[in-house]
């Protein structure tokens, strides 16, 4: 019972960055500018904490105070929002960006949700304090002497709340409060240590997440469906390579939106992963696809319920 969990076990996989893939996918998401620029600059601070040294030197030589307040921020950073809004997908490709930026390698851990372990006493706690161990023993590694990092390490907790729970809701249970203490314990070590990584969480229900938790992170950012400008810009190059005019994109466009006043529209993976493949088989492989037909198969499609957030 109190044997180590094997790496195996804690994370699905590791991803090896910088990597043309994930660049490619990062490119590939639209209308996060704001949230990639947030999120590299905050772990760039991880790798390169004398970047804002340099900085506050230049700019604001008698600001040194401030230096303090923002880098002694845990490295806890919450994406969360609606289904299929990119969370899942900028988490696993921003570090990418700060790799080729900061000109280190990056190793991203995604954790495995097999760590929330079965609820047999102490599963979890265990589960979770074996996970942190390995980040921080990697992390150490690409630390240099001077404090300066050779390389950095990220864990991905995609759908936190799971773990993370609100340990005021009523139901939860004592198991998984011990997995929240073990989970605060963990980003609090590696923020203690000056260590080069980070925890990035993804949630659907923020609301859910434990509000210990909450305060720890040093930013929250939050994903919303797509505006219909956002839809344009997935959607358009799509439809325009299948031969659509302006007017049909629009048309299209139009029908992915809300329906009714206070309803919700298409997420963005509606339309990448349900919408468009669904036009393009329809007309396959009889003949190419018919704009008329698109457009009654967009209108003919249900966008996915949202998820409502609060401590359910
Ligand atoms: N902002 C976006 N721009 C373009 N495509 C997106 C965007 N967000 C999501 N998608 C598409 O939806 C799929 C699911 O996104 P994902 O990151 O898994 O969503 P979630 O927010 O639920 O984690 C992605 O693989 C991508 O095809
Ligand atoms: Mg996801």
């Not at 936190?160 to 198991?175: F, K, P, V, Y």
């Not at 929240?180 to 923020?191: K, T």
């Not at 720890?216 to 994903?223: E, K, Q, V």
């Not at 009889?286 to 698109?294: C, F, H, I, L």
Request: charged residues 25%.
């Amino acid at each position: 019972m109190t044997t180590t969990p094997a790496i195996d076990q804690l994370f699905d996989r590791r991803i090896a960055l910088p990597d043309v893939e994930a660049r490619e996918r990062l490119h590939r998401l639209v209308g996060l500018e704001n949230h990639k620029t947030r999120l590299a600059k905050m772990l760039g601070l991880l790798i390169n904490p004398s970047g804002l040294n340099t900085w506050v030197n230049e700019h604001h030589p008698r600001a040194i105070g401030v230096l303090d307040t923002v880098l002694r921020r845990p490295p806890l950073v919450v994406l969360a929002g609606d289904v299929g809004s990119g969370k899942t997908e900028l988490a696993e490709t921003i570090g990418d960006e700060v790799a080729r930026r900061e000109g280190v390698k990056i190793m991203l851990f995604p954790m495995s949700l097999s760590t929330r372990g079965q609820g047999r006493v102490g599963e979890m706690t265990q589960l979770l304090s074996a996970a942190f161990d390995h980040v921080e023993e990697e992390a150490l590694e690409r630390r240099d002497i001077d404090g300066s990092s050779r390389g950095a390490v990220l864990l991905l907790v995609d759908e936190a709340d799971a773990i993370a729970q609100s340990r005021e809701a009523a139901q939860m249970h004592h198991e998984d409060r011990a997995g929240v203490n073990a989970f605060i314990r963990g980003v609090d070590r590696l923020a203690n240590r000056k260590l080069p990584a980070a925890v990035i969480m993804c949630t659907n229900r923020l609301g859910a997440l434990d509000p210990a938790v909450q305060r720890r992170a040093a930013d929250i950012l939050t994903f919303r469906r797509p505006s219909s400008e956002q839809r344009v810009a997935v959607l358009s190059p799509h439809l325009r390579d299948l031969g659509f005019s302006q007017t049909q994109v629009a048309a299209i466009v139009a029908a992915t939106g809300p329906r009714q006043h206070g309803e919700s529209g298409f997420t963005f993976s509606d339309l990448t992963q349900r919408l468009i493949p669904a036009i393009v088989l329809d007309a396959y492989p009889d003949g190419p696809v018919d704009a008329e037909r698109a457009l009654k198969i967009t209108q003919e499609m249900t966008p996915t319920a949202p998820f409502r957030d609060g401590a359910a």
